[in-house]
């Protein structure tokens, strides 16, 4: 099965960037979340608290399985049994790793654990998921409100972003963008109190103010619920899976269109990366 048709690595939710944890390997069927150790996660004992490692090896043996499901495929977790090892102290390393042990059409096996920089074991994990073919009816899908507020706000005054063009790890070019937010889409709906819909206009120059891009595109809510970006390519139009995460939106390339980009806040700005080629990072802004 191609990547194109694989899902891709789901946004961190708010409570795993609250704790700092971050996604390191990821992919056919294994997936290892990273965290340093710092004072605010340890209990009244001075040593990490269990919830961190029951977060960190959810996170991870549940990325282990969607590394291998369908875009359409969702699962949730139905048990995990956590044993705990050893305790790890303020300025320790931690890894978790999760991977498949067995997978169904509707179950999956998966089994983990946690060791330090130095390799001494923490804790370890076994547990089920239930996978369904697509999402369940039940299930909503988590929105990036915060993002949404702040395209809301900018439809008078806009946005004004400047950055950098990133070819190979060099730097290529500076650049930079204005963008319009327009409440109404291409077919004359108003949708300026519709959270979840935009249009979206972009225009980017060089320093010298030399075209090198421009780009009108809509980001409008699916009767499933689902956000999409959707945008005119020559005589194609693309309509483009959009993840949502907290506080950021990640929308995905497909075979029609296979950049993809990412808005994110970071210390209270709105960023944007975007990438060519996967884990290649070609475009670093920063909007105003």
């Not at 409440?183 to 090198?212: C, M, P, W």
């Amino acid at each position: 099965m191609t990547n194109d048709f694989l899902s891709m690595p789901p946004e961190l939710s708010g409570i795993s960037q609250a704790l700092g944890i971050q996604r390191g390997e990821w992919g056919k069927g294994k997936c290892t979340m990273t965290v340093d150790v710092e004072n605010f996660h340890t209990n009244k004992g001075g040593v990490a608290h269990g919830g961190l490692y029951t977060m960190m090896l959810d996170s991870s043996l549940g990325g282990a399985l969607v590394s291998t499901l369908k875009k359409d495929e969702w699962c949730a977790t139905t048990q995990l049994v956590t044993s705990f090892i050893d305790a790890a102290k303020i300025g320790d390393s931690l890894t978790a790793t999760g991977r498949i042990v067995r997978r169904g059409r509707n179950v999956a096996h998966l089994e983990g654990e946690i060791t330090t920089q130095s390799g001494r074991l923490i804790a370890t994990a076994k547990g089920t998921w239930a996978i369904w073919e697509s999402r369940p009816a039940n299930l909503n899908i988590r929105r990036a409100d915060v993002i949404f507020e702040v395209l809301k706000n900018s439809i008078d005054e806009g946005l004004k972003g400047k950055g950098e063009w990133i070819f190979k790890n060099n730097l290529q070019t500076k650049s930079r963008m204005d963008v319009e937010i327009i409440s109404k889409l291409s077919n004359d709906i108003d949708v300026s109190g519709d959270i979840g819909a935009f249009r979206i206009s972009e225009k980017v120059t060089d320093i010298e103010g030399k075209s090198l891009h421009n780009d009108v595109s809509e980001l409008r809510r699916g009767s499933d619920g689902q956000l999409y970006l959707i945008f005119e390519k020559g005589d194609i139009k693309v309509r483009k899976h959009v993840e949502e995460g907290s506080n950021s939106i990640r929308i995905i390339g497909n075979h029609e269109s296979p950049e993809s980009w990412r808005y994110f806040i970071e210390e209270g700005d709105l960023k944007m990366h975007l990438w060519f080629v996967a884990d290649e990072l070609a475009i670093d802004y920063i909007y105003q």
